[in-house]
T-cell receptor, first 114, second 115 residues
Framework: GAGVSQSPSNKVTEKGKDVELRCDPISGHTALYWYRQSLGQGLEFLIYFQGNSAPDKSGLPSDRFSAERTGGSVSTLTIQRTQQEDSAVYLC????????????FGSGTRLTVV | AQKVTQAQTEISVVEKEDVTLDCVYETRDTTYYLFWYKQPPSGELVFLIRRNSFDEQNEISGRYSWNFQKSTSSFNFTITASQVVDSAVYFCALSLSSGYSTLTFGKGTMLLVSP
């Protein structure tokens, strides 16, 4: 597509429920990233996929968080047993790969855990 | 580890004023990239500029200009003759050139431009 598409744009869930956030990167972009933007905390790296390489999961805050990327394209970020501190905007970005190339970000999914 | 500091949490100016957003970074690597992104109220991060560590030339793009100084580890961003549409959160970020290229972001500076 023309840009990075994320869905849903907003999600309200009850504490303890599982949620899935979807990211559809720009066609042909080999690298895909997930970041989390919490109020007053800036953006923090969560996970990175590059081609067929094993993903870098070093930024995932707990084992309740997982992500997969199917067919080198669409990615799903799953949060199990959501907690209130998971409330944030989850941003996905893609790039052509290679260091320093510009990222294109999606508009994010605003997750609210009540 | 890398670190990006944007000491200004919020800046308020009146339209047509010039404003400078500060960014200070820390890294032990000699090769790296610096970025500025704009996040308007719509939420999407908009890429503004990328600068590599070997290029200290200042850059101007319309009303925007960037001052990169390795001696002070700073990469400041100036908006000349600010406009209401410039109101947004601005993020400075750093990426290393070795290995993969995740971004380390500062906490952002919210710029409010009033008419």
């Amino acid at each position: 597509g023309a840009g990075v598409s994320q869905s849903p744009s907003n999600k309200v869930t009850e504490k303890g429920k599982d949620v899935e956030l979807r990211c559809d990167p720009i066609s042909g972009h080999t690298a895909l990233y997930w970041y989390r933007q919490s109020l007053g905390q800036g953006l923090e790296f969560l996970i990175y996929f590059q081609g067929n390489s094993a993903p870098d999961k070093s930024g995932l805050p707990s084992d309740r968080f997982s992500a997969e990327r199917t067919g080198g394209s669409v990615s799903t970020l799953t949060i199990q047993r959501t907690q209130q501190e998971d409330s944030a905007v989850y941003l996905c970005a893609s790039s052509l790969g290679g260091t320093g190339r510009g990222y294109t970000f999606g508009s994010g999914t605003r997750l609210t855990v009540v | 580890a890398q670190k990006v500091t944007q000491a200004q949490t919020e800046i308020s100016v009146v339209e047509k004023e010039d404003v400078t957003l500060d960014c200070v970074y820390e890294t032990r690597d000699t090769t790296y990239y610096l970025f500025w992104y704009k996040q308007p109220p719509s939420g999407e991060l908009v890429f503004l500029i990328r600068r590599n560590s070997f290029d200290e030339q200042n850059e101007i793009s319309g009303r925007y200009s960037w001052n990169f100084q390795k001696s002070t580890s700073s990469f400041n961003f100036t908006i000349t003759a600010s406009q209401v549409v410039d109101s947004a959160v601005y993020f400075c970020a750093l990426s290393l050139s070795s290995g993969y290229s995740t971004l380390t972001f500062g906490k952002g500076t919210m710029l409010l431009v009033s008419p």
